[in-house]
């Protein structure tokens, strides 16, 4: 429910602006065209230099960045007629923009005309469309489209100064937009012109407005949160966003710990053929799991391996009764053996307020397919990924700070009351876990849940979790579960 609402900008302007050199050089008559970016300034406070490595931005940040490609490009003529020789050439513009409210992209030019530095003669921009073709001598023009080349079939526009001409405007855009663009400059010389270096500015310009952010209802999908959407919202504030990955819905919610955690577990199918990337995940570069997401627990889909990335959908189901233990037992092959702790139901595919979706079972994973082939066998500090979305993370545990298991226990006082974990508004199901035996398989579905955490435990075949089972038993910082075990997962915002 959302109990109020806080605005905040996105922090800093968001200008940008890229600066072209195109010089046209005639002697005797030959030409000569260039183009290349000099310097990119977004304010007065935050410049880069267009060609130097740019840092890793802060994802709450609205920000420009213009990049050319080539920095240089130049082509010769010999015009020896009044009718002129043609030349045409092409550079290349990337444009990212970040955390925008609203974008306009201009290119203009300093004077409509190609000026000569010593003589002083200009060769006049076209007056209207033309096409290449058509060009008229002694004019010239500039072609802008999306895309990385200039067609043949370009239409040439005049030359505008100042902002210039408006070449795309935006709507609101969260996280990263990328455009790019071909540039072309065509121009008809003929030889009536005075030897000379001919020369313009081209400028390509960024004005936009930093993003409003309204808290968790400002975005509408999973791979939209930033910390700064979680800091406004208020506590208690909750929505269903959309995995972009594959379309499931998720309840999440800011809790009493300041953090934003998923309150619905995690239900992602892994495939050998699909990557996840770290433009959707929370991956530095991508990853493929060795194992397709297994459809039932059985003798086939043991791995008795601490390292292994097995994972298992055991079925959309739901548990029926959250806070009363009832265990299934073990040796089961999916959550339709046991249809007194479990109900039939799907994951959502839209935000269609079903409550009961904070109770679905989800997919268990092993913990080296949870960290996304991150964890293997560390044994301290934290799994550098998962297979969480992107600006979202495992929790940590065997501490009690912000972000971890232990810090949530503590700030709903839960103690080992396990009814409180599984009760709004946390919502832990107690989804059982996938052993890795004959006599194990899926096991004490309805009676225990079990989550991992980011964290690596000193032997190098064990990890931190967070368990709880009957109704006065929590363990926020538990170690005595193999890496190889299937657990299920919840992730909380960066």
Not at 196 to 204: A, G, K, P, R, S
Not at 260 to 280: G, H, K
Not at 417 to 426: C, E, F, H, I, R
Request: overall charge negative.
């Amino acid at each position: 429910m959302l109990k109020g609402q806080r605005k905040v900008n996105i922090a800093g302007s968001a200008s940008g602006l890229g600066l072209l050199l195109l010089a046209f050089l005639l002697v005797n008559p030959l030409g000569s065209l260039s183009v290349s970016a000099l310097e990119v300034s977004r304010d007065e406070t935050d410049s880069v230099e267009t060609g130097e490595p740019v840092a890793q931005a802060d994802t709450n940040e609205s920000r420009v960045e213009i990049s050319f490609t080539p920095t240089e490009v130049s082509g010769e003529m010999t015009p020896t007629t009044a009718a002129g020789l043609k030349k045409q050439l092409e550079a290349m513009v990337t444009v990212t923009i970040q955390n925008a409210e609203d974008y306009t992209i201009y290119i203009g030019a300093k004077t409509t005309g190609l000026v000569g530095v010593n003589s002083g003669e200009v060769i006049e921009s076209i007056k209207s469309a033309t096409s290449y073709e058509d060009l008229a001598a002694n004019s010239w023009g500039i072609y802008y489209g999306e895309g990385t080349t200039v067609p043949a079939n370009a239409t040439y526009l005049p030359v505008e100064t100042g902002r210039g001409m408006r070449m795309e405007a935006g709507g609101r855009t969260t996280s990263t937009l990328t455009k790019t663009y071909a540039l072309g400059f065509a121009a008809n010389i003929n030889n009536q012109m005075p030897a000379d270096t001919y020369e313009n500015q081209i400028t390509l310009s960024v004005v936009s407005s930093p993003l409003e952010v309204v808290g968790l209802s400002s975005i509408t999908n999973m791979q939209d949160m930033t910390s700064a959407v979680c800091e406004v919202s208020e506590v208690g504030e909750e929505v269903q966003l959309k995995d972009i990955r594959d379309g499931k819905y998720y309840w999440v919610s800011k809790l009493a710990d300041g953090k934003c955690w998923m309150t619905q577990n995690l239900d992602l199918d892994l495939s050998t053929s699909i990557a996840l990337t770290p433009e959707y995940s929370d991956v530095a570069t991508n990853w493929v799991p060795e194992y397709t997401t297994a459809t039932v627990a059985n003798s086939s889909t043991i791995l008795t391996d601490n390292t292994g990335q097995r994972s298992w959908s055991l079925g959309n189901y739901m548990i029926s009764n959250p806070t009363i233990s009832s265990d299934c037992g073990s040796a089961k092959n999916s959550a339709a053996n046991c249809p007194n702790q479990f109900t039939a139901h799907d994951t959502p595919v839209s935000a269609n307020g079903d409550i009961d979706a904070h109770y679905i079972l989800g997919n268990h994973y092993q913990w080296n397919a949870a960290t996304a082939g991150t964890g293997g066998t560390i044994t301290s500090g934290q799994a550098s990924g998962s297979i969480c979305p992107r600006g979202w993370r495992l929790p940590e545990s065997n501490s009690i700070a912000v972000g971890s298991f232990g810090g949530l226990v503590n700030a709903y006082n839960i103690g080992t009351d396990a009814v409180k974990m599984t009760s709004a508004p946390l919502y832990f199901v107690r989804g059982g876990g996938v052993g890795q035996g004959a006599n194990y398989l899926f096991e004490n579905g309805g009676s225990s849940g079990y989550y991992w955490s980011s964290t690596p435990a000193s032997t190098v075949d064990l990890v931190y979790y967070l368990a709880f089972y009957g109704s006065a038993n929590v363990y926020p910082s538990r170690t005595n579960n193999l890496r190889r075990l299937g657990h299920s997962v919840r992730c909380l915002a960066r």
